[in-house]
């Protein structure tokens, strides 16, 4: 390979997992005020030997990997884990890790390339100069056979985009380009036809065979696919081992030390010994036979002997170090803000049902309202006039506000999820994240205020003045902005897009009652007043009424007033306030945006 990887063992003892006790069990009368899932499971995974992690469902097998890796997100660890004989620190263990999730969660618009481009970009540490890290992505790409691929979107699963059995490809290669020395895999067959499992098999080998440890948590293998491992590490339910060792060459250590047991019926010519094996150790056996196979191993020659592995693999190699980086992330902040941003251009560029539709809807909208209210804006002899054009102020701006703020929310629910993976793996922080999703509506939503505002202004008659129309695009622009930074909002404090729905939609109403036009400010009783400050869309329609036409003094005919003193008394609004409310609209977008980042950041709804 063209990157060294230095090869690191991974030994761990006297694993205790718990977990608070459910409240379901308490009620029915357990008394212990924890859940153990995994008791004092000790083993060692070396560099060179892949590892298959068996037993029932709901032996512990994903369980005790979550906590060798690190994701687990709550409960209680005991123990010692080492990685080439020093203590495990997470922050550095995450650098020469990689952990391939059961679900493939990738973003759907980038290509493969561009999956692995991003990967090695922020995982692999800075002085891998540009030429060497694409060099590398090429061997990831041929060893993991990819190459056929490269310029295929990833999709979403199901949908579109790869197979089930290309997209498990992905995620390794995704992990591969980190250049991990320790390589965890939960069920990297599940789900697939006997080619796509030989397929992806023959992938983990090839890794194996560079000299990285690989674990891999299995279900039900097929003869093939058992026989392409070195060694097992098979559990009971209850979370306790009863065999970690080699298997040997056509699984004949496992059966000896099975078949030596009394009363365990022997294996026929040509049957499946891991389906066998899982039979003969089920509960079942156990009662039947009377015996408790944790016990039989803990007194088994095998278990001394490994023991004495997890103790010789336990101390450090002589002349060696213990793991250190100088920073927590391989890239410095500016390099994960540029990472990011290169990504969700990508992401946003390819995603035309939400960018393209968005500026159609918008474009739609703007000649219904251009034609609806024609050449109302240069009225303004009397109130219904003036009424007439706020109308079309107020309903552009709930009409386009809410249909930003709803369609966003799929696009950064999606992308969360994918955020998780990456963060979890140690590519960037939530900030850099948070950063590139708000940088990259700016330009979106400018094209669609301009072509809102230009459309709308000309065909409603507004008066041509490079301040009042600057001033109309400049309220339009910021609204839209706070909207969808308000839909995000939504989506990144709550644990998923349809309570986010929701909880966002309960605040349009309250917004379009308070915006000033229902009902104007003056007219609020005064318990509810102080609530027209807080809305923002009470301040878009302050700028823009205030900034088209209360600067105007011609006398009004049925009333005895200027527009400008009408507007003053009916609703509050003063021409030299409009800078204010500009300042407060922008201060809403900023809110929402900042918001926005802190949920990305404190909230993780993943539990595992």
């Known amino acids: 390979?063209?990157?060294?990887?230095?090869?690191?063992?991974i030994t761990f003892d006297e694993i205790t997992y718990s977990v608070?006790?459910?409240?379901?069990?308490?009620?029915?009368?357990v008394l212990e005020d924890r859940l153990v899932l995994l008791k004092g499971v000790s083993g060692a995974f070396r560099p060179g030997v892949l590892t298959a992690l068996m037993g029932v469902s709901g032996a512990g097998k994903t369980t005790l990997m979550d906590v060798l890796a690190g994701r687990k997100t709550g409960g209680y660890i005991e123990g010692s884990i080492k990685i080439s004989g020093y203590p495990k620190n997470q922050e550095t263990f995450a650098r020469?890790?990689?952990?391939?999730?059961?679900?493939d969660i990738h973003s759907p618009h980038v290509t493969v390339y561009e999956s692995l481009l991003y990967s090695a970009w922020l995982r692999l540490p800075p002085e891998v100069d540009s030429k060497t890290r694409k060099m590398f992505i090429e061997e990831v790409m041929e060893l993991v056979e990819l190459e056929p691929l490269r310029y295929s979107l990833v999709g979403l699963p199901g949908v579109n985009g790869l197979s089930t059995e290309q997209r498990k490809r992905l995620t390794i290669a995704v992990e591969l380009v980190?250049?991990?020395?320790?390589?965890?895999?939960?069920?990297?067959?599940?789900?697939?036809?006997?080619?796509a499992a030989a397929i992806v098999m023959r992938t983990v080998?090839?890794?194996?065979?560079?000299?990285?440890?690989?674990?891999?948590?299995?279900?039900?293998?097929?003869?093939?696919?058992?026989?392409?491992?070195?060694?097992?590490?098979?559990m009971k339910r209850g979370g306790q081992e009863i065999y970690v060792g080699p298997l040997g060459r056509h699984s004949s250590q496992l059966i000896n030390y099975f078949e030596s047991i009394e009363g365990i019926r022997k294996i026929k010519d040509g049957y499946n010994p891991a389906t066998w094996m899982l039979e003969v150790t089920s509960s079942a056996q156990e009662l039947s036979l009377g015996v408790d196979f944790t016990e039989m191993y803990k007194n088994s020659d095998l278990y001394r002997r490994n023991k004495e592995l997890i103790k010789e693999l336990g101390k450090p190699a002589p002349g060696s170090k213990d793991l250190h980086f100088p920073t927590q992330y391989s890239q410095p902040f500016w390099v994960q803000c540029l990472a990011c941003l290169w990504k969700q251009h990508w992401s946003y560029w390819r995603n035309p049902p939400y960018t393209a539709v968005r500026f159609l809807f918008t474009t739609f909208i703007a000649l219904m309202f251009g034609t609806m209210f024609w050449d109302l804006g240069s009225k303004?002899?009397?109130?219904?006039?003036?009424?007439?054009?706020?109308?079309s102020m107020y309903t552009a701006v709930l009409f386009l506000g809410v249909q930003n703020a709803a369609s966003v929310q799929p696009v950064v629910a999606v992308e969360r999820t994918v955020f998780y993976r990456e963060r979890a793996a140690g590519m960037y922080s939530a900030l850099p994240y948070a950063f590139a999703q708000v940088i990259i509506e700016l330009p979106y939503i400018l094209v669609q205020a301009v072509t809102y505002g230009v459309i709308v202004y000309a065909m409603i008659g507004f008066e041509w003045t490079v301040e009042k129309f600057f001033w109309y695009l400049f309220f339009m622009y910021f609204t839209l902005l706070y909207f969808t930074f308000y839909g995000m909002m939504a989506v990144a404090a709550t644990p998923n897009y349809h309570v986010a729905s929701i909880v966002a939609a309960a605040f349009y109403a309250i917004w379009n009652l308070f915006s000033g036009f229902v009902v104007p400010r003056p007219s609020v009783p005064v318990w509810w007043r102080w609530y027209c400050w807080a809305c923002p869309v009470a301040w878009t329609l302050y700028g823009l009424v205030a900034s088209q036409f209360g600067d105007i003094t011609t006398k009004m005919e049925a009333d005895n007033q200027t527009v400008q003193?009408?507007?003053?008394?009916?609703?509050?609004?003063?021409?030299?306030?409009?800078?204010?409310?500009?300042?407060?609209?922008?201060?809403?977008?900023?809110?929402?945006?900042?918001?926005?980042?802190?949920?990305?950041?404190v909230f993780n709804f993943q539990r595992r």
């Open 178 to 195: 980190a250049n991990p020395s320790i390589i965890f895999m939960d069920e990297p067959t599940s789900g697939l036809d006997a080619r």
């Open 20 to 29: 608070d006790m459910p409240q379901e069990m308490k009620d029915q009368g």
């Open 96 to 103: 020469i890790s990689g952990y391939c999730e059961q679900t």
């Open 1 to 9: 390979m063209v990157l060294p990887f230095e090869p690191h063992s």
């Open 380 to 391: 303004t002899s009397g109130r219904q006039d003036l009424f007439n054009a706020m109308g």
């Open 205 to 234: 080998r090839n890794t194996v065979d560079t000299g990285r440890t690989v674990v891999c948590t299995i279900h039900q293998p097929s003869i093939d696919i058992f026989e392409a491992f070195d060694e097992l590490f098979l």
């Open 565 to 601: 003193e009408f507007l003053r008394s009916y609703f509050g609004f003063r021409h030299d306030f409009v800078g204010i409310c500009a300042v407060v609209v922008v201060g809403f977008a900023v809110l929402f945006a900042f918001i926005f980042a802190v949920s990305i950041k």
